[in-house]
């Protein structure tokens, strides 16, 4: 059944984040410290090995060996300005903010409101930019199965996990944002069939490397980059590969 992945996913992320928030609201703020910079370095290893991609021989003999680098810089560069322009970032605070308050009440303390956003941001931006989310969401749309969902499923289950253990509940209110994005994305593949070659699965995976690297930067605290606002990278990414493609094939 279409969207049995996401939903998979979903039950993963509110678990996980329910368990470690359970368990991190007994630790030490210096232990959850360092669990949170632990979990930024590996977060910028995963999005190193992603932006890797850019390397790919498919990717290469699409586009030619000069080009992949420029594609994700264009992606990046023009998603960047797109998804200022449209405020993806402020949307995104401003949906944890709102959660925030449905859920602990407006008199909660400014530092637990602030603790409850930067949760729900950083957790939906981890698990939404990675290449699984996208292609699994596609597949389980397709009727391709939902292997790659729910591999996802259980990666995410421990990163919600420890996520929460130091960013507390709103981790788990990031499952909201998980289900829009990749229920949507299901929608997408189940009325377009077979949609990306392996030249833009590697755009899209360097891409989403990228962006993950930004997420690592924020979660060592070096600086608050607006990740949300390079969302639409992901879009542009496959979709320049499928443009240069058809420039150099006529």
């Known amino acids: 059944m279409p969207g049995l992945g996401t939903l998979l996913n979903v039950l993963a992320v509110v678990v996980g984040g329910t368990v470690g928030t359970l368990l991190g609201d007994k630790l030490p703020t210096r232990v959850r410290d360092v669990v949170t910079d632990g979990l930024g370095l590996f977060t910028l290893v995963i999005g190193g090995l992603n932006a890797a991609a850019v390397l790919d021989p498919a990717l290469r003999a699409a586009v030619g060996d000069g080009v ?8 990046v560069v023009l998603g960047g300005v797109i998804g200022a322009a ?70 995410d289950g421990f990163a919600a ?68 606002d390079l969302l639409p990278a992901l879009l542009l990414a496959p979709l320049l590969v499928g443009v240069l493609t058809t420039f150099l094939d006529s």
């Open 161 to 228: 996990l420890a996520f929460a253990a130091s960013l507390g509940w709103g981790v788990v209110a990031s499952a909201i944002t998980v289900f829009v994005f990749q229920g949507g994305l299901t929608a997408v593949g189940i009325f377009a069939g077979e949609v990306l070659g392996e030249a833009q699965v590697a755009a899209l995976t360097a891409t989403g490397g990228v962006l993950l690297l930004g997420v690592g930067i924020r979660l060592l605290r070096i600086r608050s980059l607006p990740v949300a």
């Open 86 to 155: 449209l405020r993806f970032e402020a949307r995104l605070e401003g949906l944890g903010s709102a959660l925030q308050r449905r859920f602990a009440g407006r008199s909660d303390a400014p530092e637990n409101r602030r603790r409850f956003v930067e949760g729900y941001v950083t957790a939906s931006l981890v698990f939404c930019v990675g290449p699984l989310a996208v292609l699994g969401s596609l597949e389980d749309g397709m009727g391709d199965g939902i292997e790659l969902l729910a591999l996802k499923s259980v990666l």
């Open 68 to 75: 992949p680098l420029l594609v994700v810089l264009g992606s």
